[in-house]
């Protein structure tokens, strides 16, 4: 059941994106950045699930193994993955579990682990793969021309880099 907020609940709100955000100058492409990820993410993961019996975030970490060479140390893979870092333990265990992975002591100073794509992982990649790129392609590439793209990427970039490095 939904409690009734206090009637001036959305004044509340928008004086503090007044306050914040002044002319609300962003917050239209912010919105649409928001709904368009969720929405394409609610998508690829239900297409792959049901194409592939893969996870989204399963199929993310065998690519990143795979663009890597085939292994990383964990931390750096929970850094590149879609997953937060807590998850990766978790998920890494299921996809160990799969036969998927493996783990393996870090050569250098033997306290890290290091994942590595086995290849049972690799061949669940291959099947996998042509579906999620169809996905990404026929869902997001093929509705903007290269121009859109263009913009976006050097748009997305550089947010990424000043929240990166301030």
Do not use: Y
């Amino acid at each position: 059941m939904q409690v009734p907020l206090a009637p001036d609940a959305a004044t509340q709100f928008e004086r503090i994106v007044a306050r914040e955000v002044p002319g609300r100058r962003g917050l239209q492409a912010w919105d649409a950045l928001l709904r368009a990820h969720a929405t394409l993410l609610r998508q690829l993961e239900t297409d792959l699930e049901s194409k592939t019996g893969l996870a989204l975030a399963d199929f993310d970490v065998l690519a990143q193994l795979a663009i890597a060479g085939g292994s990383l140390r964990m931390t750096e893979l929970a850094d590149r993955a879609l997953i937060s870092r807590s998850g990766m333990t978790r998920r890494v265990t299921r996809l160990l579990r799969e036969g998927l992975v493996r783990r393996a002591q870090a050569d250098v100073d033997g306290r890290g682990v290091v994942v590595q794509l086995t290849n049972s992982g690799l061949d669940r990649l291959t099947i996998a793969a042509p579906v999620h790129m169809r996905g990404v392609s026929d869902l997001f590439l093929a509705k903007l021309d290269d121009q859109e793209l263009a913009v976006l990427e050097s748009a997305l970039a550089k947010v990424t880099l000043e929240c990166t490095f301030g």
